[in-house]
Nanobody, 125 residues
Framework: QVQLVESGGGLVQAGGSLRLSCAASGRTFSTYTMGWFRQAPGKEREFVAGITWRSDITYYADSVKGRFTISRDNAKNTVYLQMNSLKPEDSAVYYC??????????????????WGQGTQVTVSS
């Protein structure tokens, strides 16, 4: 089992940047595929980005491609989400997710077993 704690959210103006971090407990972090999702009020939780446990293959939602970058540091048990050129529509609670080894459909939140508590990102216009 793994516990996830997000940090780095906050208020930023449109066009600005934020970096989210997700620290994971345990000694097997390198065997977990990691992901970021977000949920705005009244909307369903949606996939943002993912990075696999082997080969560090990355996936992005079309809405963030070219602006967001997911990365991981296995030595620090941490996954990051660098968010640049932020837009008001990026405002949401951002959640870190984890699953041991692979995820069948990385974009489906129902396929992930472990979640953090979320961190709020607000982008003002």
């Amino acid at each position: 089992q793994v516990q996830l704690v997000e940090s780095g959210g906050g208020l930023v103006q449109a066009g600005g940047s934020l970096r989210l971090s997700c620290a994971a407990s345990g000694r097997t972090f390198s065997t977990y595929t990691m992901g970021w999702f977000r949920q705005a009020p009244g909307k369903e939780r949606e996939f943002v980005a993912g990075i696999t446990w082997r080969s560090d293959i990355t996936y992005y939602a079309d809405s963030v491609k070219g602006r967001f970058t997911i990365s991981r540091d296995n030595a620090k048990n941490t996954v990051y989400l660098q968010m640049n050129s932020l837009k008001p529509e990026d405002s949401a609670v951002y959640y870190c997710a984890a699953d041991r080894f692979g995820v069948t459909v990385i974009q489906d939140p129902g396929n992930w077993h472990y979640w953090g508590q979320g961190t709020q990102v607000t982008v003002s216009s």
